[in-house]
């Protein structure tokens, strides 16, 4: 038997709970992971309160990150002892995730963890610091230096946003966060961010074209946000687009992609590559200040996911929520 919150969905109703299951309710999978961290991101939140459909089966156990240790494998690629890493791959979503003490998973989602990280302090980084590094990688793609000029970051209080801001301070950008709470100024400021704006000078309807700025952006907002930081991004420059915390909808014009020159990036962190999930978190081995963890992240027990889910959701909590699963 182990732990696990467990979201199930029938004639009583959507409900999400902390229980014991039996290790043979496991679905199937050639790697069995004795699972040290997850977290909790903004999928998870969807999916504990049931706000938005991201759940495709029942029961389900939520979690699309984990960080744990292999007890057994027939993957050719891992042994029972090896530490392990997930993100994504439709885990918590379709398949069970990892808020829970173990997980049976496909080894061809599991990455090694890097030897730089201990499992908390990849948890710390999970999904949002390793999008926000594939959203680098993307702008680097395209030709980005430092001397080009100013990267915008919307969404800026998040996970994905608190570590792009860390992540582009660290190799030289001057880094514009975009943040509706005044009270967070000072974070976003040891973060590396040289200027705050207020949201909402960006998430109202705008012009197809604004005077322009931003040499990149990295938006996990989406709708009328991601809109106008389109309009405001000068000519050639490029914007990775990875969220959509004030919606999916994207009120444009094609005005700055054809009379500018800008380049819209989407950026998928459930079904990369190996090759370049690897090259992603060797990257966050090599450019991120592991002593922003502290500031960045919290850490909470497994139990407190079911509280701290709405929590999260009204944005009322910074950064990143790493889950200890074994208390």
């Not at 680097?140 to 301070?169: C, K, M």
């Not at 502290?294 to 701290?308: D, F, R, V």
């Amino acid at each position: 038997m182990f732990n696990a919150i467990l979201i199930d969905k029938d004639d009583s109703g959507y409900r999400a709970n902390l229980q014991q299951i039996d290790e043979q309710q496991l679905p199937e999978g050639n790697v069995s992971v004795n699972v040290a961290y997850s977290t909790l991101n903004f999928k998870d939140g969807l999916a504990i309160t049931g706000s938005s459909p991201v759940v495709r089966k029942f029961p389900m156990v939520p979690g699309i990150d984990l960080a744990g240790t292999v007890e057994s494998s027939l993957h050719a690629d891992f042994k029972a002892g090896d530490r392990v890493l997930l993100n994504g791959w439709g885990v918590g979503e379709s398949h069970w995730g990892g808020l829970a003490q173990k997980a049976r998973l496909n080894g061809d989602w599991l990455i090694a963890l890097p030897a730089a990280f201990t499992p908390a302090q990849a948890m710390a980084i999970g999904t949002a610091g390793y999008t926000a590094m594939l959203c680098i990688l993307a702008l680097e793609r395209h030709g980005l230096t430092p001397d080009q000029g100013e990267v915008l970051v919307t969404g800026a209080n998040g996970g994905v946003g608190s570590f792009a801001i860390a992540l582009l301070s660290k190799l030289g950008y001057r880094v514009v966060a975009s943040t509706g709470r005044v009270s967070e100024h000072e974070y976003l400021q040891q973060l590396g961010a040289a200027e705050i704006i207020d949201r909402a000078t960006l998430s109202e309807p705008g012009k197809p074209l604004a005077k322009e700025r931003w040499a990149a952006v990295v938006d996990s907002v989406g709708s009328h946000t991601l809109a106008n930081a389109c309009a405001s991004t000068r000519s050639e420059g490029v914007v990775a687009a990875c969220g959509l915390a004030q919606g999916m909808d994207f009120p444009a014009s094609v005005a700055p992609f054809i009379l500018r020159g800008v380049t819209l990036a989407g950026i998928n962190s459930v079904t990369q590559p190996k090759a370049r999930r690897i090259e992603a978190w060797d990257r966050l081995a090599r450019d991120l200040d592991f002593s922003l963890l502290q500031l960045i992240s919290q850490e909470i027990s497994l139990s407190e996911a079911l509280e701290a889910a709405p929590k999260l959701l009204a944005g009322q909590l910074r950064g990143r929520v790493v889950v200890d699963v074994n208390r």
